[in-house]
């Protein structure tokens, strides 16, 4: 990896601590909460391939049920001064029956204003 596309540690921390955050009920939940972490130009695609806008996506979170995710393999890359490519896989245990389910996550966070938003998000399943 080029020396310009290093991450610092603070900032990958950072970045951390925001997808976690998006990975607890109690977070996912509370639509100021996730507001407050997403761009106003946040765009996600689903595992399902549907596309979801902020609002679409604040409606969902309010009223999922919720099943943890364990994050495995996070990392980020530096796009730009202030872009950032994080990637990661998460493992959910499926509510009903057990099943568990492997994700591949991306997401692109903008330093706007001072503070990390997400930008985009797209969960794509694997084995």
Avoid: Y
């Amino acid at each position: 990896m080029s020396k310009a596309t290093k991450v610092s540690k603070e900032i990958s921390s950072q970045l951390l601590r925001c997808e976690l955050e998006l990975l607890t009920p109690e977070i996912r939940r509370n639509r100021r909460s996730v507001s407050a972490l997403l761009a106003p130009d946040f765009q996600e695609i689903g595992a399902s391939g549907r596309v979801w806008s902020l609002n679409e996506i604040l409606d969902l979170l309010e009223t999922e049920e919720f099943s943890p995710l364990v994050m495995e393999n996070f990392a980020c890359r530096l796009i730009d001064k202030n872009v950032v490519l994080v990637t990661f896989r998460t493992v959910r245990t499926h509510p009903h029956g057990g099943e568990q389910i492997f994700a591949l996550r991306s997401s692109i966070w903008t330093k706007i204003s001072g503070k990390w938003k997400l930008r985009f998000h797209q969960g794509t399943r694997s084995v």
